[in-house]
């Protein structure tokens, strides 16, 4: 699946789930090309009813994917898939992104078949040598980080910077999207070294004017063509 990729939108579960509702719809409306979800708290049950939740915020007017949770993104999208007068319009959930520890990308990609958007983890050549060697169409995009240190991911690699994130994507055949402590001077070096997309977590979710952050965002991004 191709998306654009330019402007992700990663959920932070410290943001109370109604607040955060919120902040999703204005960030879509401002821009942001995909949102993931990522809640590591949140139980099976609380994380798809979140997943529903948010795709009708969504509405499928950007893409929509759950980080790491294979089994919550297939519930939804068979709920979804279902003819049962719920009301929702343009409602999905597109796919996934994974991490090094999750389940296998290629199984992901098997499940959930050619049309969902998979994301994938990695921070090393290592790991780029191992998405390379899936069959084409494995992986729609790499994420590749942290580009510098996060609160959000307290146990998260030595952070690249953004000649260290360059080299790795210009490594590799596959889009990287750069995640990780990126600031709002960082978007357009990063453009300019080599990536696909941005992902943001805390410079959206605690701006006081999350819509005002994403044109920002937008507008940086654009400056780095």
Not at 10 to 36: I, K, M
Not at 52 to 76: P, T
Not at 171 to 177: H, Q, W
């Amino acid at each position: 699946m191709t998306d654009d990729l330019s402007l992700h939108l990663v959920t932070d579960h410290r943001v109370p789930f109604a607040r955060l509702r919120d902040l999703v719809d204005a960030a879509v409306s401002a821009g942001v090309t995909v949102v993931q979800l990522r809640d590591k708290v949140a139980g099976g049950s609380e994380l798809l009813a979140r997943t529903l939740d948010l795709a009708d915020v969504v509405a499928g007017r950007c893409a929509f994917v759950v980080d790491d949770r294979l089994d919550v993104v297939l519930a939804a999208r068979e709920r979804l898939g279902r003819t049962d007068g719920s009301g929702r319009n343009g409602a999905r959930v597109d796919g996934i992104h994974l991490g090094q520890s999750d389940i296998p990308v290629d199984a992901a990609r098997a499940l959930l078949g050619p049309d969902a958007l998979v994301g994938w983890t990695a921070n090393t050549p290592a790991h780029l040598a191992t998405a390379e060697a899936f069959p084409h169409g494995t992986i729609d995009y790499l994420g590749v980080g942290v580009i510098r240190a996060t609160s959000t991911k307290p146990d998260h690699p030595r952070p690249l910077g953004i000649d260290g994130f360059g080299a790795l994507a210009a490594s590799t055949p596959l889009p990287c999207v750069a995640i990780g402590g990126i600031g709002l001077d960082d978007v357009a070096a990063l453009r300019r070294a080599g990536a696909a997309g941005v992902a943001v977590v805390s410079l959206v979710s605690e701006a006081d004017d999350p819509a005002a952050t994403v044109h920002d965002l937008r507008s940086a991004w654009e400056g780095g063509a």
